[in-house]
């Protein structure tokens, strides 16, 4: 039987909040190696301007990461084991959560010029 998509039945916003924080955890302005192996750091959480912002060279929607500015959305994610919340200023990504495939990477960031 193939793995079930979505296992832990996370909502579309802790989808796509998940996934940005995944996309930061490959950055090094935002992230740094956590204090357990297969743990990173995140920090430096970008704020929108107008209708988007920036992760990296990727323009993000801003209704797509309303979830960022959202306590109750990082609570659900810690509770799942995704990340260790440090609400609203950093999360601790776990393992788990950097291996997480939510299936949303190519769908919320978007590398087109603006």
Do not use: C
């Not at 832990?8 to 996309?23: E, H, I, S, V």
């Not at 490959?26 to 750091?41: E, N």
């Not at 990727?58 to 659900?76: E, F, I, K, M, Y």
């Amino acid at each position: 039987m193939p793995a079930k998509k979505n296992p832990l039945n996370l909502n579309p916003l802790q989808l796509k909040t998940l996934t940005l924080l995944q996309a930061l955890a490959t950055l090094p302005d935002h992230s740094q190696a956590g204090p357990d192996p297969g743990t990173i750091l995140i920090g430096n959480i970008p704020h929108a301007h107008g209708d988007h912002f920036h992760v990296g060279e990727a323009a993000v929607s801003a209704r797509d990461a309303t979830g960022l500015g959202n306590q109750a959305v990082w609570v659900a994610l810690e509770r799942k084991g995704l990340i260790k919340s440090g609400f609203p200023y950093q999360a601790l990504m776990t393992a788990e959560g950097l291996a997480y495939d939510t299936g949303l990477r190519d769908a919320i960031l978007h590398h087109a010029a603006h």
